[in-house]
């Protein structure tokens, strides 16, 4: 028991240590009208700034959850399933494999920072390069059909879908290879559609690994938004929960808004988190 | 027969493996290309007729030199080694404590405290640069490496102690208590036996912590301010992009040698990592 | 009809050879059994009929179709795995109507055949559990069940009962045998235990290093392997092996080492004459010695001293010294002997049996 708490002393003491009074100061500013732009102590205002974030379309709330929605909804199928993919097609001992395996994992052991640089720029290019009028004309073409900045949000889209989808693949990878090699043999044995099979018995076997890349997918793919916003000085305009939260906190100044809004995120993760928690260790199967 | 059997490995093996490393070794490809591009034509309309847009017919090592004489690219290799690898050093020592004792001390809450590690990853970052500056600040600790040495394990601790936690669990109790039964003290016996058996685990998790915290940035990019003390993807980002001015080729020879340490260090360990992953997550 | 053939069979993993020109027919309604030391090649060459690896070289054959190129699941055979294989996800009802499922059976059929398969394997109750929570005797019989729910014409068996304790493995071993008596499909069983082995083959397969040594029925195999190494690894306690040289004296051939001098009985001197003064490997199975008594003459007997004495109940070990050498003896539980006895051990004459030093083949 002391011996618990002893082992437990130095992670709680760096972690909550540190970052208790940042998060309580996030749950207080939230409840507040703080900003940096107005003189005097901020003032308790209840859960005004929610209600506020749900009714008043200055806020642009509701387009931003859609769009966060859309965007991560959208990059974590596709990561998903590239990623299995990846896993699947490496299950098997070839020559060369761990080459392979290197290869596929850079694009995770990448600076993301840089990465996203890289292809944000690559793909907005910033100056008179040698494609940039085929980027212009794409952009035009993405920006036109779903409103400004959304070719913008698609190549941070793009960059997150090519940096997650290689940390899913090498993550079920080893999920595939945890399950006993018999499991999938039997499979082989006796399943004639490897559709089928894969349906049947890969993907019930690989579950908790699949939780467990959807929801660190799920987090990087946020991650990622507010980076680029960073990174791009605020050029990715497109309306999404972080970059709003950005906005609003640095550039504009409102940071109990802005505290409310960031933390919006933080239900409908729990909520994630709960289920893919169900998924991996459903009660019913505990052994008795 | 063998001949139809070659041609499905073809089509459900080679193609799409090709095309799936083709895909993610081409960006590193482009900068590449772009940091040994001349100026020159780097800076050439589309549509002229020499245009290459694939390769180039001049290479040059210009951005490269550049990168390194006019900038302290070697400085911010330095300080990024240093940073990732102190913060690494105490995340892993408190992931393996916390861990251990989540994975195997019996005490109320045990479960709940797995879980609250794991709820931390909840709270989006998004706005916690803002207090935490204040906490800098108020140590004193602003732009120098301690603030980001401090900091850093806040995000890492949790991962390492839930990957070693999973790691633990995997390993066969009766080892422990067969080492206790022998003579050794419960932390002798998990110093002396269960660690040096989740060495994989713990490489692999000190693996993740190294390439979280060499990728840092916002928090990078917050708390330090002196050129010679930046951290590689602050330091390349924002020496090289002056307002609407950018060093394009420079920018892409920094990021290419700037991941070099991390892929050779992750080169590796590969395998040490993948069976590190697996442990954790069977658990 | 389901005869399985196998022709020059080959299997190179990267540089391991696993399987060397292994030729066999099995024939229709044969349970045959594979066994040999670890690393032998007995799961590769099993696994090489099921389609799980791909052969390197030759032929196999099931029931006059060549299959080497059929996918697994075109073969129609069943496979038990070791570790059962078993899907934790589904329930055992859902584990064993999985083959069915896949090939698109008519749900009627399929819970038919389930209910028949529990039937016969007395696990109906437990058709609504997960795979955990059975014991390792109860999933041995599921996983069983899950072959016979497919009516395959071949079952194959990859040690399928190593990990039960060894009153169960008795248990499920007659079950096995009685099944298959009913059932009367080609079987083929993988082994390391020559007990299981011996007692459910029609015919058994020794191998060793990838190797054939010896086919043949249990008690051919027993009464006269081919080679010491067929010899030491079939029977339990495992016969005695003692080096001696072969030498001439009064008109008859004998072999001979420190402390024992034995007639070579007249039948078997055609095969040694050859031998004279070179060594031989002389074998004797722990039953077939005896305490001497005035009938046995005294050029097949030698002089012992107990060393150990292991009574087993139904019968008594001892492992006497004969000179240099231990040997075991298996000897009526009414001897009362203690160590350090004396005692003149007979050897039955037609039971000994003889192999080259250098080759290992038997000199029969
Ligand atoms: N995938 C593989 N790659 C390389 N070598 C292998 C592979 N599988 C088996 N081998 C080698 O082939 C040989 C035969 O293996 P096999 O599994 O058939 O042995 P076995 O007779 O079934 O042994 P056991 O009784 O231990 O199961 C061994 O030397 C083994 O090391
Ligand atoms: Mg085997």
């Not at chain 1, 395996?101 to 720029?121: D, E, N, Q, T």
């Not at chain 1, 070719?151 to 899913?168: D, E, I």
């Not at chain 3, 955990?132 to 194959?156: E, K, T």
């Not at chain 3, 005692?343 to 039971?351: G, N, S």
Request: overall charge positive; charged content about 20%.
């Amino acid at each position: 028991m002391v011996a618990a708490w002893l082992l437990l002393a130095p992670a709680a003491v760096m972690v909550a240590g540190v970052l208790a009074y940042p998060v309580a100061w996030e749950a207080w500013t939230s409840l507040t009208d703080l900003s940096p732009q107005r003189s005097g102590p901020a003032r308790f205002v209840g859960l005004r700034n929610y209600v506020e974030l749900a009714t008043n379309p200055v806020y642009r709330f509701w387009p931003a959850a859609a769009a966060t929605l859309a965007f991560v909804g959208l990059t974590g199928a596709v990561k998903l399933a590239l990623g299995l993919g990846l896993a699947l097609l490496l299950q098997r001992p070839f020559r060369g494999r761990a080459l392979v395996l290197l290869a596929v994992f850079l694009p995770w052991v990448y600076p993301a920072s840089v990465a996203v640089i890289g292809w944000y720029w690559t793909l907005n290019p910033p100056l008179v390069t040698s494609y940039s009028r085929l980027a212009a004309d794409l952009k035009q073409a993405v920006d036109g059909a779903f409103g400004s900045g959304a070719w913008a949000l698609a190549s941070v889209g793009l960059f997150n879908v090519w940096r997650g989808a290689a940390f899913t693949g090498v993550f079920l990878l080893a999920g595939v290879q945890a399950v006993p090699a018999d499991l999938f043999d039997y499979a082989r044995l006796e399943c004639p559609s490897p559709w089928r099979r894969f349906w049947f018995v890969t993907v019930p076997l690989l579950r908790p690994f699949l939780a467990l890349a959807v929801f660190l997918s799920l987090t990087t793919g946020l991650a990622d938004l507010a980076n680029v916003w960073m990174l791009t000085g605020g050029r990715v305009v497109f309306p999404v929960l972080g970059t709003e939260a950005y906005w609003l906190g640095v550039q504009a100044g409102q940071l109990g808004p802005a505290a409310a809004l960031s933390l919006t995120l933080v239900p409908p993760l729990a909520l994630v988190l709960w289920a893919l928690f169900r998924l991996v260790d459903p009660p019913e199967e505990r052994p008795r | 027969m063998v001949i139809e059997r070659r041609w499905k490995k073809w089509v459900f093996f080679y193609v799409p493996l090709t095309l799936f490393l083709v895909g993610m070794l081409f960006p590193f490809y482009w900068m590449l290309i772009t940091a040994i591009r001349p100026d020159a034509e780097l800076y050439r309309s589309w549509r002229n007729v020499h245009n290459t847009p694939f390769w180039t017919l001049h290479p040059t090592l210009d951005h490269v030199q550049d990168l390194l004489a006019r900038t302290m690219f070697p400085r911010w290799l330095w300080n990024t080694f240093f940073i990732a690898t102190v913060s690494t050093g105490i995340s892993l020592f408190c992931g393996l404590l916390a861990g251990y004792a989540l994975a195997r001390l019996k005490f109320p809450m045990a479960g709940t405290l797995g879980t609250a590690i794991f709820v931390t990853y909840l709270v989006p970052p998004t706005l916690l640069f803002i207090p935490l500056a204040n906490i800098i600040r108020n140590f004193q600790l602003g732009d120098t490496p301690w603030a980001l040495i401090l900091t850093y394990p806040t995000f890492l601790i949790p991962f390492c102690t839930w990957l070693l936690m999973g790691y633990f669990k995997t390993i066969p109790k009766e080892l422990e208590e067969c080492a206790r039964v022998d003579g050794a003290t419960r932390f002798g016996a998990m110093a002396r036996i269960i660690f040096p058996i989740a060495v994989p685990g713990i490489l692999s998790a000190g693996i993740f912590a190294f390439t979280l915290s060499w990728n840092e940035f916002i928090y990078a990019l917050v708390f330090i301010s002196s050129p010679e003390r930046k951290t590689v993807p602050v330091g390349v980002v924002s020496e090289l992009i002056r307002g609407d001015i950018y060093f394009w080729g420079q920018l892409m020879a920094g990021a290419l040698l700037g991941s070099v340490p991390v892929a050779l260090v992750y080169s590796f360990f590969v395998e040490y990592y993948v069976a590190g992953l697996t442990g954790s997550v069977k658990g | 009809m389901a005869q399985v053939v196998l022709k020059d069979l080959n299997k190179m993993y990267d540089d391991v050879h696993a399987v060397k020109d292994v030729n066999l027919n099995i024939l229709d309604k044969e349970f045959v059994v594979l066994v040999g030391p670890s690393g032998c090649g007995k799961s590769t060459t099993l696994r090489m009929i099921a389609g799980l690896e791909e052969i390197t070289s030759g032929e196999i054959q099931i029931g006059n179709r060549v299959v080497n190129d059929l996918p697994p699941k075109d073969r129609d055979i069943a496979m038990v795995f070791q570790n059962y294989a078993l899907y934790p996800h589904m329930t055992v009802y859902d584990n064993m109507a999985f083959g069915l499922k896949m090939r698109k059976f008519p749900k009627a059929e399929i819970q038919k055949r389930v209910q028949d398969a529990a039937e016969i394997l007395g696990i109906q109750e437990l058709l609504k559990r997960k795979p955990r929570q059975l014991s390792g005797g109860q999933r041995q019989r599921v996983a069983v069940g899950r072959a016979i729910v497919r009516h395959p014409q071949v079952f194959l068996f990859d040690e399928p009962l190593s990990n039960l304790d060894a009153k169960l493995r008795v248990q499920m071993r007659v079950e096995l045998k009685r099944l298959h008596n009913r059932l009367e499909t080609t079987a083929i069983y993988v082994t390391h235990d020559q007990v299981e082995a011996m007692t459910l083959g029609d015919r058994v397969v020794v191998m060793k290093d990838g190797w054939i040594q010896q086919v043949g029925e249990p008690l051919e195999v027993y009464g006269r392997p081919r080679n010491r190494f067929v010899a030491g690894f079939i029977g339990s306690p495992a016969m005695n092996f003692i080096e001696t040289t072969v030498a001439d004296g009064a008109g008859a051939l004998w072999v001979e080492c420190a402390g024992l001098r034995l007639r070579v009985p007249a039948e078997r001197s055609a095969r040694l004459a050859g031998k004279r003064r070179q060594a031989v490997v002389l074998g004797i199975r722990p039953e077939d010695l005896h305490p001497a008594t005035g009938a046995d003459p005294v050029d097949l007997t030698c002089e012992a001293v107990v060393d150990v004495v292991e009574p087993l109940g139904s019968d008594i070990l001892l492992d006497v010294k004969v000179g240099n050498c231990v040997i075991v003896v298996r000897v009526d539980p009414s001897v009362r002997l203690r160590q350090h006895d004396k005692i003149r051990l007979a050897f039955t004459p037609e039971r000994i049996h003889f192999f080259d030093a250098k080759t290992e083949e038997s000199l029969q």
